[in-house]
């Protein structure tokens, strides 16, 4: 989490009020725990945590007793419903047209690679890679076998190594619309969070997928 400490509370209520306000804008369905459930438990706590105005290192820090599979499978899919709203209000704006190119600025392009549709990097418009991402990794979250709703069923082997991944490109996503779409996230109030949370964004010349 190097580079994402909050500066002051404020900031991040800011900028989960922002979400909230936006919330009918999403462009994705939300991925949901089931109520009651351990994983729904620890995204209420994890939610509270945030909303106290504590930074965020303390945020997505593992509690006490708490297992870290558990944990991570909570912050993967809430990270995946956050970026999915931030998405949502600026779709409309991020077309084909102005966008041809998925990418992170002039330094930086992000090809798709799936291994089924796409087998070799592919350069896409921008829309069409976020659909294609969005649609990968809800077919991930919504299978029992990598994510499973029942705590008493284990997680795969290579659990940590999918969510690396799923965080990784939901990353680039944000990247894309805080330089692109810089705008319309100043305009809607969400500046001073979207800065802070940019700043470990990579500043070499790379072409990633």
């Excluded at 680039?172 to 100043?186: E, G, K, L, M």
């Amino acid at each position: 989490m190097r580079g994402y400490v909050k500066k002051n509370s404020m900031d991040m209520t800011t900028f989960l009020d922002f979400l909230h306000m936006n919330k009918h804008k999403t462009f994705r369905p939300k991925k949901k725990f089931p109520v009651g459930t351990l994983r729904y438990n620890l995204h209420k706590q994890a939610q509270a945590t945030l909303h106290s105005g504590v930074d965020l290192r303390a945020a997505v820090r593992l509690p006490a007793s708490e297992n870290f599979d558990d944990w991570l499978a909570v912050h993967t899919v809430d990270f995946f419903n956050r970026i999915n709203l931030l998405y949502g209000t600026v779709c409309d704006v991020c077309t084909a047209k102005s966008c041809p190119i998925m990418s992170g600025g002039s330094k930086y392009e992000y090809l798709w690679q799936d291994g089924e549709n796409y087998k070799k990097p592919t350069r896409l418009p921008a829309p069409e890679y976020v659909y294609l991402l969005m649609d990968w990794i809800e077919i991930r979250i919504n299978d029992e076998t990598i994510f499973p709703s029942n705590t008493a069923v284990p997680f795969p082997r290579d659990f940590r190594q999918v969510c690396k991944k799923i965080l990784t490109r939901l990353f680039r996503v944000f990247v894309h619309i805080y330089i692109h779409h810089f705008d319309r996230i100043s305009y809607l109030g969400a500046k001073e969070m979207t800065e802070r949370l940019i700043d470990s964004a990579p500043k070499r010349n790379r072409v990633l997928y």
